[in-house]
T-cell receptor, first 116, second 112 residues
Framework: ETGVTQSPTHLIKTRGQQVTLRCSSQSGHNTVSWYQQALGQGPQFIFQYYREEENGRGNFPPRFSGLQFPNYSSELNVNALELDDSALYLC???????????????FGPGTRLTVL | RKEVEQDPGPFNVPEGATVAFNCTYSNSASQSFFWYRQDCRKEPKLLMSVYSSGNEDGRFTAQLNRASQYISLLIRDSKLSDSATYLCVVNGGSGNTGKLIFGQGTTLQVKP
């Protein structure tokens, strides 16, 4: 086990609703990245949080937003849900510093979101 | 063109076979390369990092060819437990800290 936890494990929402997904990073890790994985596809980078600030963003609209807390845990918020938002949402933790990037990321079990 | 391309398979092989997966990437500035394994409905798990000199971990060998922007994974003596999807992963290139770019994945099914 990686020590990365996510909640909830499953979620069902309807179009137009808002959702918050949570992630706790592995002990000693200060960076959290979020990915969306649609069925049959590889994960796609949404954004990364380092020292409570967004540190890189993929090709996702502004209705995807996030937070990182002082204990390095993180939230992913999605507003105005669309049917295509149905996917497995993965968070990954890593240890980064100002000058050293490890790039090695360890994934949590994911939250499976279904939008009806 | 996708940033990371893999043959989705499936690759169906008998136990004990040797199987090779290939992957190409488009960003020549990429610095880090990985293979992840993903079981059905589970999270990806790091299988191994890939270095220019090539590296081996038991039955698994990974190689990187920067000139051709090509990564490979060789699995020897396949086991039933090797059945999974194998994801080729590169980092987002210089100045793009932390963004991992995943291929679609290659599905391996090892049969008795």
């Amino acid at each position: 086990e990686t020590g990365v936890t996510q909640s909830p494990t499953h979620l069902i929402k309807t179009r137009g609703q808002q959702v918050t997904l949570r992630c706790s990073s592995q002990s000693g890790h200060n960076t959290v990245s979020w990915y969306q994985q649609a069925l049959g596809q590889g994960p796609q980078f949404i954004f990364q949080y380092y020292r409570e600030e967004e540190n890189g963003r993929g090709n996702f609209p502004p209705r995807f937003s996030g937070l990182q807390f002082p204990n390095y845990s993180s939230e992913l918020n999605v507003n105005a849900l669309e049917l295509d938002d149905s996917a497995l949402y993965l968070c990954a933790s890593s240890q980064e510093s100002g000058t050293v990037r490890t790039d090695t990321q360890y994934f949590g079990p994911g939250t499976r979101l279904t939008v009806l | 063109r996708k940033e990371v391309e893999q043959d989705p398979g499936p690759f169906n092989v008998p136990e004990g076979a040797t199987v090779a997966f290939n992957c190409t990437y488009s960003n020549s500035a990429s610095q880090s390369f990985f293979w992840y394994r993903q079981d059905c409905r589970k999270e990806p798990k790091l299988l191994m990092s890939v270095y220019s000199s090539g590296n081996e971990d038991g039955r698994f060998t990974a190689q990187l060819n920067r000139a051709s922007q090509y990564i490979s994974l060789l699995i020897r003596d396949s086991k039933l437990s090797d059945s999974a999807t194998y994801l080729c992963v590169v980092n987002g290139g210089s100045g793009n800290t932390g963004k991992l770019i995943f291929g679609q994945g290659t599905t391996l099914q090892v049969k008795p």
